[in-house]
Nanobody
Framework: QVQLVESGGGLVQAGGSLRLSCAAS?????MAWYRQAPSNQRASRAS??????????TYATSVKGRFTISRDNTKNTVYLQMNNLKPEDTAVYYC????????WGQGTQVTVSS
């Protein structure tokens, strides 16, 4: 089964940028980025961006215009470019299929200070 490894998180000031990577151990089709805020551990992970196998993208309203999802099929990797970060973007970020069908990775922590 395909394994997922997220990376690229860190601590950044509000208005800053980060680029997350999701490396898959095998070929992948449509993929999504999710996040889970630390103050809401019981809530399900919310999808913030989706990219189809052909490159069509959709975004949650809260990140539209600030985040960009992309993919490199030659590397089985999906990216999330996050610009103009806000404190409310603080969360652990995960990648998975839009159907959450793969085992979850460990996620990558993004912390945005005000």
């Amino acid at each position: 089964q395909v394994q997922l490894v997220e990376s690229g998180g860190g601590l950044v000031q509000a208005g800053g940028s980060l680029r997350l990577s999701c490396a898959a151990s095998g070929s992948i089709n449509a993929m999504a980025w999710y996040r889970q805020a630390p103050s809401n551990q019981r809530a399900s992970r919310a999808s913030v961006a989706i990219i189809s196998s052909g490159g069509t993208t959709t975004y949650a309203t809260s990140v539209k215009g600030r985040f960009t999802i992309s993919r490199d099929n030659t590397k089985n990797t999906v990216y999330l470019q996050m610009n103009n970060l806000k404190p409310e973007d603080t969360a652990v970020y995960y990648c998975n299929t839009p159907f959450r069908s793969l085992p979850w990775g460990q996620g990558t922590q993004v912390t945005v200070s005000s």
